[in-house]
């Protein structure tokens, strides 16, 4: 068994995350309890509260970054790791680039950041749906404005960002090369957008403030779906407006024999590209304890 662990990316959150785990095992407890203000917005929301930018991307990263740290204390370890977008620096926190206070203050910098590098209302994000990457690129090509690729998915969901004017104009241009289904994203802006060129320089500075170690784990970046060797902190830069390949890193964990995916932390949407994009390769979600339980029942069982 070949092991990646995917840590998810924002729009993952929901109150009460992470709270069995906290009530069940004393490290996570004593995790959460060394960020009480996170810790509360996790268990007690209010839900539009921890929704904000600023606050999910912590929140997100504390519970994810938690529940792998009790896989790892019962004998579960990936040999890879990545993540969607902010899920990559859970997967560099969990493999010891940073310690957790560092990477927790450099997370909510992140957060602070993304929610207030554009004026709200004059960019947005849409996911376009059952079309190949190919056919929008060439769709999008020559719209007036900016409207580029966010994320590539998986098969079948790929996202577009950008400014309203671009975003607007790019829709229309998808209907009509033949795409019977967009929907725009409940989003504070055009993230993963050459818009976000000035704030990758802010979030430059807040990384350069800390040494980063060498990974613990083989880390996959969204920047390429691939291992990279350049600077961790300049593939960081780069990483927040510029597109995410996560089918592209799907494919590349099986092509190196990954045949075990498991989803740590909130929310199930990785789970389901790589469903979308793999056919022959098991794959977990572990959200809370009786999932874990089930996965580490499974897997005692084949041992």
């Not at 009460?16 to 095992?25: A, N, P, T, V």
């Not at 004026?119 to 409207?147: E, F, H, Q, W, Y």
């Not at 309203?164 to 993230?191: H, M, P, T, W, Y």
């Not at 784990?217 to 969204?222: A, G, L, Q, S, T």
Request: with cysteine.
């Amino acid at each position: 068994m070949k092991i990646a662990f995917l840590f998810a990316g924002q729009g993952a959150q929901e109150v009460g995350m992470g709270l069995d785990f906290y009530e069940k095992y004393l490290k996570t407890k004593e995790l959460f309890d060394s960020f009480p203000q996170i810790r509360d917005l996790c268990f007690e929301g209010p839900k539009e509260k921890l929704t904000e930018t600023k606050n999910a991307q912590p929140s997100i990263l504390l519970t994810s970054y938690a529940i792998a740290q009790i896989l790892k204390d019962n004998n579960i370890e990936p040999e890879y790791v990545c993540g969607l977008s902010l899920g990559e620096y859970t997967a560099l926190a969990f493999a010891d680039v940073w310690n957790l206070k560092d990477a927790m203050d450099i997370i909510s910098v992140r957060g602070d950041i993304m929610q207030n590098a554009l004026p709200l209302g004059t960019s947005k994000m849409a996911a376009v749906m059952n079309m190949d990457r190919n056919a929008i690129l060439d769709a999008i090509k020559d719209v007036d404005g900016v409207c580029e690729i966010a994320n590539y998915n998986c098969p079948g969901q790929i996202v577009i960002t950008g400014d309203n004017k671009g975003i607007d104009a790019g829709i229309l241009k998808l209907k009509e090369a033949g795409c019977k289904r967009i929907v725009e994203l409940q989003v504070s802006g055009a993230f993963h957008s050459s818009l976000l060129i000035p704030a990758s320089k802010k979030l430059r500075k807040k990384l350069d403030e800390y040494k980063p170690n060498n990974p613990k784990y083989k880390i996959i970046y969204n920047v390429s779906g691939k291992e990279e060797n350049k600077p961790i902190n300049e593939i960081l830069e780069a990483q927040i407006c510029h597109s995410v390949y996560f089918e592209d890193t799907i494919k590349y964990l099986k092509e190196k024999g990954v045949d075990t995916f498991v989803e740590v932390g909130p929310g199930k949407s990785l789970s389901s590209f790589v469903k979308r994009t793999l056919t022959d390769v098991k794959i977990y979600t572990i959200s809370n304890v009786t999932q874990l339980d089930s996965f580490l029942s499974e897997v005692k069982g084949e041992n």
